[in-house]
């Protein structure tokens, strides 16, 4: 079993910042890309942001420049740094991870953290 658990989430006024974490647990030889992903109500899921186990990163439009993701390899755990938060980033943000285990590569996602940004 693997289990991917956020944390952070929270409500925050319009410019201010949130952090969040996504934690890897379980029985696995390596975890490829990682990524957090969201979704706003009535939208559907959206890409925040990917980061490969080298560390190459990639961001929506929305969130460039405002947005940081980050890994630590030897502790399994994904960071979202969000900075000048905007009402439009409003929603539940999920951890999804590529992981390898038992030679075969397992797309598992985390149970969601809710972001409320106020305006």
């Known amino acids: 079993q693997v289990q991917l658990v956020e944390s952070g989430g929270g409500l925050v006024q319009a410019g201010g910042s949130l952090g969040l974490s996504c934690v890897a647990s379980g029985t696995f030889s390596g975890i490829r890309t990682m990524g957090w992903y969201r979704r706003a109500p009535g939208k559907r899921r959206e890409l925040v942001a990917s980061?490969?186990?080298?560390?190459?990163?990639n961001y929506a439009d929305s969130v460039k420049g405002r947005f940081t993701v980050s890994r630590d390899n030897a502790k399994n755990t994904m960071y979202l740094q969000m900075n000048s938060l905007k009402p439009d980033d409003t929603a539940v943000y999920y951890c999804n991870a590529d992981v390898l285990r038992h030679g075969m590569s397992w797309d598992i996602w985390g149970q969601g953290t809710q972001v409320t940004v106020s305006s």
């Open positions: 980061i490969t186990s080298g560390l190459n990163t």
